[in-house]
């Protein structure tokens, strides 16, 4: 958001806070429900016969909410299309989502092969974002306004040297652990520091929103980006704005925190819920396939079909070593037991796998 403004610089603490706002009672009882309720989504994604269902079905999502929370707003068919179909010409938006994706996958490689996030990492990630190279704010203007009263709510720093100290800061404290502080609790007070820093001149929210994720296969808590956070943000996008002000006007960490906390521990039971739905409709499909064609029948291609909610003969072709018609002939088998529904797309033709597709649709996580 960049809007003129007069008020004077502001005068935000660098981290942490102190403990007797960060470890409040109510705080430590929710952290260990939000604890175990990751705990076992974490064991739960394993159980998936490949972790790529899951990941690439809750990155979509995850893109999408994250961005919806910022008013880019598209839908899960324009996504799929334009991941799929070679014909798509997609809108901005979906175009800006899918760059989200790419910036949220990025980002997973760089920690899984770093093993840390620094502020290099949180530039490269903005930047695969945003598509510019303008990193760090250089010159002030930039506000935060409410929407509806187009009044000044908070300013971040615009110093450039400001804002390069406090994100040395942040780095230090997403990167050690001997305070001993739970990375739950931790996770709520990087994304209001964060916020707040607001470094960068666009995509703080969406950036902020990709270190949360991270975040937590950083400190082993996810092996994989597969809680869908911003889907409780969205449906609370009212607490969100409101809640990190209070942190601000009110040194109210504890409600804040708490709020942070509570998103993981539903998003958390949500993606649960869908992991479930996904195994079990990954066993009748099998069983389907199996019944009427064994000759087809292997769990790769059951695979397949769970990887991509899209299927296309060159999927088959590479991944199953198949020639052509054969592939082909699997897909038609596929659609004539009312798994897979076939689309054509300007030259080419891609096949829905209905139950896969209804069901991403239909769950919040
Ligand atoms: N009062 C506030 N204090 C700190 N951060 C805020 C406040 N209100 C909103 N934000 C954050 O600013 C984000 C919007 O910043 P912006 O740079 O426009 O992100 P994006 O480009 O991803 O839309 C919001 O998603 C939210 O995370
Ligand atoms: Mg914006």
Request: net charge positive; hydrophobic share 40%; aromatic share 8%.
């Amino acid at each position: 958001m960049v809007l003129k403004s007069n008020k004077p610089n502001n005068n935000l603490q660098k981290l942490p806070p102190k403990q007797s706002l960060i470890e409040t009672i109510a705080i430590l009882k929710q952290e260990s429900r939000s604890a175990v309720a990751l705990a076992e989504l974490k064991g739960l994604a394993r159980t998936l016969p490949n972790p790529h269902i899951l990941v690439n079905a809750v990155v979509l999502k995850e893109a999408q909410a994250s961005s919806g929370i910022e008013n880019i707003v598209t839908t899960q068919d324009k996504l799929y299309q334009a991941l799929y179909a070679k014909s798509a010409k997609p809108d901005v938006a979906t175009k800006e989502v899918l760059r989200y994706r790419e910036a949220l996958l990025m980002g997973t490689d760089l920690i899984k092969e770093k093993g840390f996030l620094n502020v290099n990492g949180i530039v490269a990630i903005q930047k695969e974002l945003e598509e510019n190279n303008a990193g760090f704010r250089k010159l002030p203007g930039t506000a935060l306004i409410n929407n509806l009263t187009n009044e000044v709510i908070y300013t971040p720093p615009d110093n450039f040297e400001t804002i390069s100290e406090l994100m040395k800061n942040l780095e230090e404290y997403l990167n050690d652990d001997s305070d001993n502080v739970s990375p739950l609790i931790k996770l709520a007070i990087q994304h209001y520091q964060f916020e707040s820093i607001h470094p960068f001149y666009d995509g703080n929210g969406r950036t902020g929103r990709i270190i949360n994720v991270l975040y937590l296969i950083l400190k082993g808590l996810l092996n994989e980006p597969v809680l869908y956070l911003s889907s409780f943000i969205i449906q609370n996008k009212g607490d969100y704005y409101r809640l990190l002000q209070e942190v601000r006007t009110k040194n109210n960490w504890e409600d804040w925190i708490l709020y942070i906390l509570k998103g993981i521990e539903h998003t958390a039971i949500e993606t649960i819920k869908q992991i479930n739905q996904i195994n079990t409709l990954f066993s009748q499909t099998q069983q389907m396939v199996q019944k009427h064609y064994p000759r087809i029948y292997s769990k790769d291609l059951i695979e397949q079909l769970f990887i991509h909610p899209y299927c296309k003969i060159e999927f088959l072709v590479n991944a199953l070593n198949l020639n052509r018609k054969t592939a082909s002939t699997y897909l038609k088998n596929l659609e004539e037991l009312g798994i897979l529904k076939a689309e054509i797309k300007g030259k080419e033709t891609i096949f829905l796998h209905v139950p896969l597709y209804d069901l991403l649709k239909k769950g919040k996580a």
